[in-house]
């Protein structure tokens, strides 16, 4: 089901200065789409793009081979991590 199609019931009310709100009536008249439909086009990818960054983790080459490295080559577990898994699978099992 596309946008379009898609029944809009929802609301958000957005409050702005008179200078804001001439702004963005002129931008939306000159792209000939209402106000709600210009905001739209503009909020949503940069919502988009701040929920992906905020969600994925990128990593330079450098950090990515030392992650890979690490998760082929695990280092062995010592002091109070491998006594506290020791306990753990005692107490639970593997």
């Known amino acids: 089901m ?12 957005l409050r702005v200065t008179q200078e804001q709100k001439e ?13 709600s439909a210009y905001t739209l086009l503009h909020v949503l990818p940069a919502a988009k793009q701040d929920v992906d960054s905020h969600e994925r983790l990128v ?15 695990p280092p062995a577990l010592k002091g109070k991590l491998k006594s506290a898994i020791a306990r753990y699978r005692e107490k639970y099992g593997e």
């Open 2 to 13: 596309s946008d379009k199609t898609r029944i809009k019931d929802n609301r958000i009310d």
């Open 23 to 35: 702004l963005l009536e002129r931008a939306a008249t000159l792209k000939g789409v209402s106000v």
């Open 59 to 73: 990593l330079s080459d450098r950090d990515r081979d030392l992650f890979m490295s690490v998760m082929e080559n």
